[in-house]
């Protein structure tokens, strides 16, 4: 029985091998990660063996085919602008979120138009019984016949299917139910979920079918199993956003097709998720009024600007230490910016708890969104209002100077069309301003000068 067989451990965080077991994993510092698991050593069966046999000769550059309009769009227009333009054949694309966020659901929507548009698609379940399925979909709307559901785990089943059905696009939801005869570790262990990822790979990419795979995500925010898996395939999505909120956020994190700056934003409505074309005016909505320590502020997210309220709460601590805490931004960045403001500015902020929030859950690192913290920051210590017609974006330096940021012009666009009167932007942005009737633009180029202006 062993013939075959060899004992190794992985850790489970990011899929270091090794041949005795380790208190610490050498790859990734984590303590007590690794786990036993028996491998197979036999010659790698099936497809794997038969590629390796195929002759391959190089070409020439010139020779190799590239035409654009081989991509599949999904007509999920969000969806299809993370991917970076559409489903490209022979992909393999790993969907990673919560349990419940909306992976099975959007992947599901995805079948329907695919089938739509006469696409065979293979929707393989290893989560839900085929009624079950049958259930949600009832929930989205009418399928056409193109679509096809398999309840299998099976990896070699599901090979010998889909070489024998050939599909267009194939479902896999989700990894971590999926398993390999030859591996005798349970389903969702490090070598089952990279064995199973490395056959679709194979699939994927020798018989050009593009394949989604669900993975579920551990309370760490990583795919649950190794991040191994993440190095495999061509492109990572990640479901952002508080499941109890009704939005979800779609992120690329790796994308060997197109930009990992994109994303995609969602409702979660009762047939399922819907596309928000314009995400700034989702994410505004609801904003208080005439209430102190709110400010609109601007982040470009891959091509596009998104407007965003960031919320502070300045108060007199009652603590020898102030307490801080920083939602949906950067905390290190928050503590840096307030040292700014008070070494620069002189508010003495030392001795005040402060909280800054990200208004929707959104998460934002982009330095533009400095200028807005600290406005935010000082509108709630000296209890003024900024008014909700103003925006305000440009990154702060140590020393309080405003400083340029990129596609300064694409921001007051979207301010402006979002109905903002006045925007508050680096001096820096001055020359590369065109097209600017009907929205005020306030160059500074201090700190001090865009609280001078909000304190007038
Ligand atoms: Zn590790």
């Given at each position: 029985?062993?013939?075959?067989?060899?004992?190794?451990?992985?850790?489970?965080?990011?899929?270091?091998?090794?041949?005795?077991?380790?208190?610490?994993?050498?790859?990734?510092?984590?303590?007590?990660?690794?786990?036993?698991?028996?491998?197979?050593?036999?010659?790698?069966?099936?497809?794997?063996?038969?590629?390796?046999?195929?002759?391959?000769?190089?070409?020439?550059?010139?020779?190799?085919?590239?035409?654009?309009?081989?991509?599949?769009?999904?007509?999920?227009?969000?969806?299809?602008?993370?991917?970076?333009?559409?489903?490209?054949?022979?992909?393999?694309?790993?969907?990673?979120?919560?349990?419940?966020?909306?992976?099975?659901?959007?992947?599901?929507?995805?079948?329907?138009?695919?089938?739509?548009?006469?696409?065979?698609?293979?929707?393989?379940?290893?989560?839900?019984?085929?009624?079950?399925?049958?259930?949600?979909?009832?929930?989205?709307?009418?399928?056409?016949?193109?679509?096809?559901?398999?309840?299998?785990?099976?990896?070699?089943?599901?090979?010998?299917?889909?070489?024998?059905?050939?599909?267009?696009?194939?479902?896999?939801?989700?990894?971590?139910?999926?398993?390999?005869?030859?591996?005798?570790?349970?389903?969702?262990?490090?070598?089952?979920?990279?064995?199973?990822?490395?056959?679709?790979?194979?699939?994927?990419?020798?018989?050009?079918?593009?394949?989604?795979?669900?993975?579920?995500?551990?309370?760490?925010?990583?795919?649950?199993?190794?991040?191994?898996?993440?190095?495999?395939?061509?492109?990572?999505?990640?479901?952002?956003?508080?499941?109890?909120?009704?939005?979800?956020?779609?992120?690329?994190?790796?994308?060997?097709?197109?930009?990992?700056?994109?994303?995609?934003?969602?409702?979660?409505?009762?047939?399922?998720?819907?596309?928000?074309?314009?995400?700034?005016?989702?994410?505004?909505?609801?904003?208080p009024?005439d209430a102190s320590g709110s400010v609109?502020?601007?982040?470009?997210?891959?091509?596009?600007?998104?407007?965003?309220?960031?919320?502070a709460l300045v108060c007199q601590?009652?603590?020898?230490?102030?307490?801080?805490?920083?939602?949906?931004?950067?905390?290190?960045?928050?503590?840096?910016?307030?040292?700014?403001?008070?070494?620069?500015?002189?508010i003495?902020?030392?001795?005040a708890?402060?909280?800054?929030?990200?208004?929707?859950?959104?998460?934002?690192?982009?330095?533009?969104?400095?200028?807005?913290?600290?406005l935010a920051v000082v509108s709630s210590y000296k209890d003024i209002v900024i008014?909700?017609?103003?925006?305000?974006?440009?990154?702060?330096?140590?020393?309080?100077?405003?400083?340029?940021?990129?596609?300064?012009?694409?921001?007051?666009?979207?301010?402006?069309?979002?109905?903002?009167?006045?925007?508050?932007?680096?001096?820096?942005?001055?020359?590369?301003?065109?097209?600017?009737?009907?929205?005020?633009?306030?160059?500074?180029?201090?700190?001090?000068?865009?609280i001078?202006?909000i304190m007038?």
């Amino acid at each position: 029985m062993l013939k075959n067989k060899k004992i190794v451990y992985f850790c489970q965080e990011c899929g270091f091998e090794s041949a005795k077991w380790m208190g610490q994993c050498p790859g990734c510092k984590a303590w007590n990660t690794f786990v036993e698991e028996a491998i197979s050593t036999k010659k790698p069966s099936g497809s794997a063996a038969k590629s390796q046999d195929k002759r391959q000769e190089p070409v020439i550059l010139k020779d190799i085919n590239l035409s654009e309009d081989e991509r599949q769009t999904c007509g999920i227009g969000e969806l299809d602008r993370v991917l970076g333009g559409g489903i490209v054949p022979g992909s393999l694309v790993l969907v990673g979120g919560d349990p419940g966020i909306g992976k099975s659901t959007l992947l599901l929507q995805v079948c329907r138009n695919l089938a739509e548009k006469d696409v065979s698609v293979l929707y393989i379940s290893g989560e839900e019984s085929l009624r079950q399925i049958k259930l949600r979909a009832n929930r989205i709307g009418t399928f056409k016949d193109k679509l096809q559901l398999l309840c299998e785990t099976n990896l070699e089943v599901i090979r010998e299917i889909i070489e024998r059905k050939k599909p267009d696009v194939v479902i896999v939801d989700s990894i971590q139910t999926m398993f390999h005869e030859d591996i005798s570790s349970a389903p969702g262990s490090v070598s089952q979920v990279r064995e199973s990822t490395n056959i679709l790979m194979q699939l994927a990419k020798g018989m050009g079918v593009s394949i989604f795979i669900v993975g579920h995500v551990t309370k760490e925010g990583n795919v649950a199993g190794p991040r191994v898996l993440e190095h495999m395939v061509d492109t990572v999505l990640y479901f952002e956003g508080d499941r109890h909120a009704s939005y979800r956020i779609l992120r690329a994190v790796k994308n060997r097709f197109g930009s990992t700056n994109e994303i995609g934003v969602f409702e979660m409505q009762s047939s399922g998720l819907e596309e928000v074309k314009n995400p700034s005016e989702f994410l505004l909505n609801g904003r208080p009024e005439d209430a102190s320590g709110s400010v609109v502020a601007c982040s470009m997210e891959g091509t596009r600007p998104i407007l965003v309220e960031i919320q502070a709460l300045v108060c007199q601590s009652n603590f020898g230490i102030p307490r801080r805490t920083a939602v949906g931004t950067d905390f290190n960045r928050v503590n840096l910016l307030m040292a700014v403001l008070e070494k620069k500015v002189g508010i003495h902020l030392a001795s005040a708890d402060a909280y800054v929030n990200i208004a929707g859950g959104m998460k934002m690192t982009e330095p533009a969104i400095d200028l807005g913290i600290c406005l935010a920051v000082v509108s709630s210590y000296k209890d003024i209002v900024i008014p909700d017609t103003v925006m305000a974006f440009g990154e702060i330096g140590l020393s309080g100077e405003v400083r340029a940021v990129s596609m300064a012009g694409q921001r007051v666009q979207e301010a402006k069309k979002l109905g903002f009167e006045t925007v508050i932007l680096p001096e820096v942005c001055r020359s590369s301003m065109e097209n600017t009737q009907g929205i005020k633009l306030v160059y500074v180029s201090r700190i001090q000068d865009a609280i001078s202006y909000i304190m007038k």
